[in-house]
């Protein structure tokens, strides 16, 4: 597996798994639209929630794992999916999406990527937004 079908499989397992919480359609009560790292985004349409959410992948380790012609490797690193909700509203709206998170990306495979455990940050505020930060260990193969 390339990094690149890494970071496409993250996305498909978070697609098919956030929209089934949390439709595209922002007139659905349980709307969280979402956008990646690369994507501008500006939060101008939000659903009835009032939050949205950023997902990146970011590669860590690279290690070998045996010798010989054809070399086994693992790619270790994380899935940071950050969430934002308004101000001001309490913690529990973001606790409830970190718990979502959890529910779509900790402990799936996806071909030769897993992910396992997802921790979160407490909750924070950049001054326009509360948030809270959900980080899933992930690890994937490749043969080189």
């Known amino acids: 597996m390339t990094e690149t079908q890494a ?3 993250i996305l498909q397992l978070w697609k098919t798994g956030w929209e089934a919480l949390h439709p ?12 990646t790292d690369d994507e501008q985004y500006t939060p101008d349409v939000l659903g009835p929630l009032g939050c949205w959410a ?32 308004p101000l001001n ?3 529990a709206k973001l606790t409830a ?8 990306l900790k402990r799936k495979r996806s071909g030769d990527l897993r992910t396992l455990d997802a921790p979160s940050s407490k909750p924070a505020d950049d001054g326009t937004w ?4 959900v ?4 690890r994937y193969t490749y043969t080189g």
Request: net charge negative; aromatic share 6%.
């Open 97 to 104: 999406l970190a718990d979502d998170v959890r529910a779509v």
């Open 135 to 138: 980080t899933v260990e992930c």
């Open 130 to 133: 509360a948030m809270r930060i």
């Open 54 to 85: 950023r997902i990146v992948f970011r590669p860590a380790t690279d290690a070998q794992l045996t010798q010989g012609p054809v070399a086994f490797n693992e790619v270790a690193g994380v899935v940071i999916v950050q969430l934002f909700g």
């Open 7 to 9: 970071v496409e499989a």
């Open 89 to 91: 509203e309490g913690t």
């Open 24 to 35: 595209a359609d922002t007139s659905d009560p349980q709307s969280v639209p979402w956008t």
